[in-house]
């Protein structure tokens, strides 16, 4: 089982940036999927960005394409997510999970290990 923090997330006015961070730890992350996930008030958990560790290879909701950046640093055993031109929609509980596998997924179901979540607040 993999161990997830996130840290990163607060309060930004409409059209501004965040960066969260997702510490791993207990397993060797090369056979692993990363993945962002939000969960909005009254809202079904929804993924945002995915990135299989060993090759880099990164995937993108349709609503994010080209506003959020998923990356990892190898060394710190951490991956992030970078959010630019944040709106008000973009408001939410954000998770990051560990899938053991290479397959590129978003449902959450194939998401084994979780954190505990990290809110994101966008004022309009």
């Known amino acids: 089982q993999v161990q997830l923090v996130e840290s990163g997330g607060g309060l930004v006015q409409a059209g501004g940036s965040l960066r969260l961070s997702c510490v791993a730890s207990?397993?060797?992350?090369?056979?692993?999927?990363m993945g962002w996930f939000r969960q909005a008030p009254g809202k079904v958990r929804e993924f945002v960005a995915g990135l299989r560790w060993s090759s880099g290879n990164t995937y993108y909701a349709d609503s994010v394409k080209g506003r959020f950046t998923i990356s990892r640093d190898n060394a710190k055993n951490t991956v992030y997510l970078q959010m630019n031109t944040l709106k008000p929609e973009d408001t939410a509980v954000y998770y990051c999970?560990?899938?053991?596998?290479?397959?590129?997924?978003?449902?959450?179901?194939?998401?084994?290990?979780w954190g505990q979540g990290t809110q994101v607040t966008v004022s309009s």
């Open positions: 999970a560990a899938r053991n596998g290479n397959l590129l997924m978003t449902m959450p179901a194939f998401f084994g290990s």
């Open positions: 207990g397993r060797n992350l090369n056979a692993y999927v």
